[in-house]
Each structure stands twice: as structure tokens, then as C-alpha cells.
């Protein structure tokens, strides 16, 4: 292990399970080679300030020597990954995935053979990027196996460990993780190298899982700005293998803007805004969406929908009822997004102020309010329903509970009883 050339601090190091764990894995001793370290994304985000969320570690115990230490401990394990040298940890509340040191034996572009180690050179060298193989104990101090990967942390230089080709041909995931970790860290000029081994191997997209796609294309657009990012992957093919058919990227970039503003940020949105017009069924199923995420891509996306710039605040209204303030506030930002100038824009932020200051009362019949009017219970109790409902929309939402009863009596009298 390479000498510590810098530190973290924060709160985050005093965790109680964290500790807890690192101290039963190494039993106790702070030895100078230890046995367990904190290692990947929390370590770099502690380097740059940023908040630190889960807490991977690295050891290199086998995984059977590090359920029996940390069962001694009394600390609960799982063993998820037991293939791949993982176990997790529950402790404190938290849990912690502890991952045996490893090191490829063979790939395929989508899965590796590891073999466990005792060496954390070798670990680092099958990881992804410099900045992600990065290790620290409790102490704050940082290891750096590969030599380059705080400095590449500090600089925003997303660069892979070896030669990119090697790294890419070994899990095509990582095609777009470069992309991902770019909008995320980087700062300056894509590493030239990686950026070309890259566009060579998009055509390898196509052999990915739709799971691990959706998942790194949506941890990709959350990322503060990824516009620059998207921009980059079209100019060099990669955006068309990943979104075929089209992507709008000036009206991504102009989202974005909007979301700032509103203060909101929205992956799936922004998928919306780059396939707005298109018909999103084939890329839903592709990425393996959710069902609610495959409905509201296909409906804010899509070129179907009901919304105009020139509507009055009753007609907004009712369509805001129709829609769920949820899908109309969607719409109308990503119709705003397509606004080239303000004066195209204006309308739009209008609506949006009325989704944020309005919501639809509540309707205030149900269907047993017709059933005890005299209704048999049935299909026609449901029809009737939302024909009242349509005229209490159709009035601005002003008739009360009172009214709309008499206007069920009033539709009842020239043809009786329409459930009978």
C-alpha cells in the first residue's frame, strides 16, 4: 500500500457502526498494513468536501473470516454477495458492504471471474477510475494505490486505471459511468484518450442489460448539470446508441435552467425533455423502466398531450384536475424548456405558478351519496358520477355538495332512475 499523501476529516469517520465494524474486522489493533479500509466513493467525496452517503470497505479477509470476526463482535451479517467476496454488515442502525479484495481472472464485457486477494495493488488496479480507488481508515488517512487518483479527485480528471480499451472491454458499464462521473466530478477537457476509446465501444451499449442502463442514465441526468456531458456523448456517437431516434439536447440544457430556478431536479424529466415528441414506448422498455416511470415518460414525452400555451385560468384549471398537478407541472415545464426566447417563455412560467399556488378542491360526492339518493348500485352509479363531476368542473369547481345534489335530482326526474 502506498504511503498516505492526504487526508479527510468529518464527522462522518466517527460513526459509531462504522467504527464498530473496522474495529472488529481488524480486532482491534491499528496496524499499519490493516485489515479493512474504507475505500471508493466515500473516501472521494470526503477528499472534495462533498457529503458522504454508503460506506463501502475493502478488506482482505476472505468472506468467511469476516462474518466469524464480526459475528464475535456481535454485529449481524448478510451475505449478499458471497460470488463476488461481498457481505453486509448491519451495525448501528447502518449497514456497511464489506467486499473481500479481488482481482479479475476473466471477462466478457459484461461480468467478471474475480479470484480474492490479500493485495490492495491489485484491487485497485480492476477497479473503474483513479478517483474511485481511493482508501482511507479511520483516521482520516487516504492511501492511493495507483499514484494519480487524488490528484485526478482534486483536478476533476475522470480517468480510468490502464489503458481505457482494457477497462472498457472488462464491463461496458463503465462507457457510461466515464459519462456519468463527467457530469458528476469532472471539471476542464474529457481525458482525450478515454473520450475516444469510449466512442469506439458504443456500439457495445447493446449488450447491456436494460437495468444497468436505466440506472446509470438516471444517476447521470441528476447530476447538477449534465448538459455539457450529453452534448459531449452525442458529438461523439454515443448519445444515438444509448437514445435512438433523437435527442433533444438544447431543450435538455434549457430544463435545466428552469429546474434551477424552481428549485427541482428531475431524471426522468430530463429524459422526457431530451425524447419530448417521441414516441418513448421502445426506450421504456429498453431501460427496464418502472411502470410508473415507463407511464410518465410515455405521457410528458410523447407527442400526445393536451396543453397550450394561450390557455385561460379556467381551462388550466380543469386540465390541472384532469392531469394531477404532478403530470401538469411536468408538461408545463417542459414546454417551457422549448421556448427559444423569454417572451415564448412567459406563458409557461404562468401556468407553473398556477400549479404551485393551486390544487383542485376536492370533488364532494362519492357513489354512495347516489346510492342513497335512490341509484342501484352498479356501472351506471360510476357513469353518472363522472358526468357530475364534469359539470362541476366544467363551473370552476364553484358548486358545493348541496348543488350538485340537486343537480342529481335534476338529471334524475325526466328519466327516472337510471340504475334501475
Aim: charged share 30%; net charge neutral.
Amino acid at each position: 500500500m502506498k504511503s498516505s499523501v492526504s487526508a479527510v476529516e468529518g464527522a462522518w469517520l466517527a460513526d459509531r457502526g462504522l467504527r464498530a465494524v473496522l474495529l472488529a474486522l481488524d480486532e482491534g489493533n491499528a496496524a499499519a498494513d490493516p485489515t479493512a479500509l474504507i475505500v471508493g466513493g466515500a473516501v472521494r467525496d470526503a477528499l472534495l468536501g462533498r457529503a458522504v452517503g454508503d460506506i463501502d470497505i475493502a478488506t482482505r479477509l476472505a468472506p468467511a473470516a469476516v462474518t466469524e470476526r464480526l459475528a464475535r463482535a456481535g454485529i449481524k451479517t448478510v451475505p449478499t454477495g458471497l460470488a463476488h467476496g461481498t457481505v453486509t454488515a448491519l451495525a448501528d442502525g447502518r449497514t456497511f458492504e464489506i467486499t473481500t479484495l479481488r482481482k479479475d481472472v476473466e471477462t466478457d464485457g459484461r461480468r467478471a471471474t474475480v479470484a480474492f486477494t490479500d493485495d490492495w495493488q491489485a484491487d485497485a488496479a480492476r477497479r473503474d477510475f483513479t478517483m474511485n480507488a481511493l482508501y482511507c481508515d479511520l483516521a482520516g488517512r487516504v492511501f492511493d494505490p495507483t499514484g494519480t487518483g487524488i490528484e485526478d479527485a482534486k483536478a476533476g480528471r475522470v480517468r480510468f486505471i490502464g489503458r481505457p480499451e482494457e477497462r472498457l472491454a472488462e464491463d461496458y458499464l463503465r462507457l457510461l459511468r466515464f459519462f456519468r462521473f463527467r457530469a458528476h466530478y469532472g471539471q476542464g477537457d474529457s481525458d482525450a484518450e478515454a473520450l475516444a476509446a469510449c466512442a469506439r465501444a458504443a456500439p457495445e451499449l447493446a449488450r447491456l442489460s436494460g437495468e444497468r442502463l436505466r440506472q446509470e442514465t438516471l444517476r447521470l441526468l441528476a447530476a447538477d448539470d449534465p448538459g455539457p456531458t450529453i452534448e459531449e456523448m452525442a458529438r461523439v456517437g454515443v448519445l444515438d446508441r444509448l437514445l435512438p431516434g433523437g435527442a433533444d439536447v438544447a431543450r435538455l440544457a434549457r430544463l435545466v435552467s428552469i429546474e434551477n430556478r424552481v428549485g427541482e431536479r428531475d431524471p426522468l424529466r430530463r429524459l422526457a425533455a431530451l425524447r419530448f415528441g417521441l414516441d418513448n414506448r421502445a426506450l421504456a422498455e429498453r431501460l427496464r423502466l418502472s411502470n410508473d416511470e415507463r407511464d410518465r415518460l410515455i405521457a410528458i414525452g410523447g407527442p400526445e398531450n393536451r396543453l397550450r400555451a394561450d390557455l385561460g385560468v379556467r381551462d388550466a384549471r380543469a386540465l390541472l384536475h384532469a392531469l394531477g398537478a404532478p403530470r401538469f407541472r411536468d408538461l408545463v415545464l417542459l414546454y417551457e424548456a422549448g421556448g427559444a426566447d423569454e417572451p415564448a417563455r412567459e406563458p409557461w412560467r404562468r401556468l407553473c405558478a398556477l400549479s404551485d399556488s393551486w390544487r383542485p378542491p376536492e370533488f364532494p360526492l362519492r357513489g354512495a351519496d347516489l346510492v342513497a339518493a335512490g341509484l342501484t348500485p352498479g356501472k351506471a352509479v360510476g357513469i353518472l358520477l363522472r358526468e357530475l363531476e364534469n359539470w362541476w368542473v366544467d363551473r370552476d369547481f364553484a358548486p358545493d355538495r348541496d348543488e350538485l345534489l340537486a343537480e342529481l335530482r335534476r338529471r334524475r326526474e325526466p328519466s327516472g332512475d337510471r340504475g334501475a
